[in-house]
């Protein structure tokens, strides 16, 4: 199975801040990589897809980068609905496997 | 609109099983698969397999093979999916999601359905 890490599981930031959370893959996974913003009792929304393809409707502000083992999502000034938990998820090979989430905390 | 509603909470025994449907609407059923995800309560997401409403094909994550049963009735857009011998361990929110193919990121997503297991 294909491990995803990410880092940091937590952080606390400020309305306006560039935020930045990063996911690792245990192997290549080309740009198979996807984000997700979760807030409590609700289902995950997607953000990104295929590493850095913006989803329809998703701010702007939200952006991904990244191929291979190593990815960032990237909130360039943070607002207050952007505070939540955030996973990635591979697509590459099943079993699908997500990351175990970073929460974003004021 | 394209909306995937799933059966209420559920309350169960350990040894008991589980089903949760996954009703669509707004799209042609047939044309995506149905994944299935669980997330135990602060816990992260936990993908468990996916249908191929078309055919009927499934394929499951290693550690649910042999207790869960993914099943559809296409004249009513909905997917099931029924976990047995409960564990404690299965106390988790049950949610179905919407995708292409069997390797897929999720658009769309049900509500989740809250399954709770004690005696």
């Known amino acids: 199975d294909i491990q995803m890490t990410q880092s940091p599981s937590s952080l606390s930031a400020s309305v306006g801040d560039r935020v930045t959370i990063t996911c690792r893959a245990s192997?290549?996974?080309?740009?198979?990589l996807n984000w997700y913003q979760q807030k409590p009792g609700k289902a995950p929304k997607l953000l990104i897809y295929?590493?850095?393809s913006l989803q329809s409707g998703v701010p702007s502000r939200f952006s991904g980068s990244g191929s291979g083992t190593d990815f960032t999502l990237t909130i360039s000034s943070l607002q207050p609905e952007d505070f939540a938990t955030y996973f990635c998820?591979?697509?590459?090979?099943?079993?699908?496997?997500f990351g175990g989430g970073t929460k974003v905390e004021i | 609109q394209v909306q995937l509603v799933q059966s209420g909470a559920e309350v169960k025994k350990p040894g008991a099983s589980v089903k949760v449907s996954c009703k669509a609407s707004?799209?042609?059923?047939?044309?995506?698969?149905v994944h299935w995800v669980r997330q135990a309560p602060g816990q992260g997401l936990e993908w468990m397999g996916w249908?191929?409403?078309?055919?009927?094909?499934?394929n499951f994550a290693q550690q649910f093979q042999g207790r869960v049963t993914l099943t559809r009735d296409t004249s009513i857009s909905t997917a099931y999916m029924e976990l047995s011998r409960l564990r404690s361990d299965d106390a988790a929110v049950y949610f179905c999601?919407?995708?292409?193919?069997?390797?897929?990121?999720?658009?769309?997503w049900g509500q989740g359905t809250m399954v709770t297991v004690s005696s």
């Open positions: 999601a919407r995708g292409d193919s069997p390797h897929d990121f999720f658009e769309i």
């Open positions: 707004g799209y042609s059923f047939t044309d995506y698969f």
């Open positions: 249908m191929n409403t078309n055919s009927g094909g499934t």
């Open positions: 192997q290549s996974i080309s740009h198979y």
């Open positions: 295929a590493a850095a």
């Open positions: 998820q591979q697509n590459d090979a099943t079993p699908l496997t």
